[in-house]
């Protein structure tokens, strides 16, 4: 059997209506193309691997008896894929089959690129907040953390138009290199929830390979749709730093994070 060009996986948790027009967005067409189309649900309640089974029947269903959250269940749908390069796509994106075909093409254009990410826009068809960045360092955190108290912004430019080489890009929608996931290997499932894309961008551009956010080619993200309450959000997003920095930063720099973040969500909290 001939390798696919390509692979897309698709994750859900319990977002059925959602999942369905995600993969309408683009199924059919890649389908016809050859593609490898893998739906890795994170057992979900709301019968939606029973939807995508009748209403997809050509899509590969890997259904989870427990939420192994981002990396878990992508990293299911990982050892599947087959493609020489795969798509990681969250069930609250809307990608055009012809938006997704012109990511892949840039991978032939550029060999040195291990990672790209389509321009992530809202519902509104606003640039999103937090699709790419650089390492966060605690240079770049205190530069972000200290624009964000003085309400001045976005450190990065949301409104960029042209392809921009960066530290990370978010994984709601990200194509990587097959070469280079084998290389590298699996999303990091020590990460629970955030930074598992910082941590694989990280390892892939150690691995000598380029990361990009593309704007050219947008797609809806409409986000938030799986994640906790605000405030549990955000202690999960600094525990998950955390481990970001023990894993690549050592000792000495996690322990400065630590003393740095107490005060950080106290003054948070005081200006809501």
Avoid at 67 to 83: S, T, Y
Avoid at 220 to 241: C, D, I, K, M
């Amino acid at each position: 059997m001939s390798r696919p060009p390509a692979s897309v996986i698709v994750l859900s948790h319990d977002t059925r209506e959602l999942t369905l027009h995600c993969l309408s967005s683009f199924a059919p067409e890649l389908d016809r193309l050859g593609w490898q189309l893998v739906a890795v649900d994170n057992a979900s309640s709301d019968g939606t691997v029973e939807a995508i089974r009748a209403r997809f029947p050509f899509v590969e269903v890997v259904a989870s008896e427990r939420n192994l959250g981002f990396a878990g269940g992508n990293n299911l749908g990982l050892r599947r894929a087959a493609g020489d390069v795969v798509f990681l796509v969250n069930s609250d994106v809307a990608a055009a089959a012809e938006t997704l075909l012109a990511l892949a093409r840039q991978f032939d254009i550029r060999p040195d690129l291990g990672v790209i990410s389509p321009g992530l826009r809202t519902a509104d068809g606003e640039p999103q907040a937090f699709a790419y960045g650089d390492d966060p360092t605690l240079a770049y955190l205190l530069r972000r953390g200290s624009r964000a108290l003085a309400g001045r912004g976005p450190l990065h430019d949301r409104s960029v138009d042209q392809p921009v080489e960066t530290g990370w890009v978010s994984g709601a929608c990200m194509g990587v290199r097959g070469t280079a996931i084998r290389q590298v290997g699996l999303l990091d499932e020590r990460f629970g929830l955030y930074f598992e894309d910082a941590d694989w961008c990280l390892r892939i551009r150690r691995a000598g390979w380029k990361v990009s956010y593309d704007p050219r080619f947008p797609v809806t993200h409409l986000g938030g749709r799986s994640l906790p309450h605000r405030r549990a959000a955000g202690r999960l997003y600094h525990q998950s730093l955390v481990k970001y920095y023990s894993k690549h930063y050592g000792a000495l720099r996690t322990l400065a994070l630590r003393c740095l973040l107490a005060p950080y969500r106290l003054l948070i909290a005081l200006r809501r």
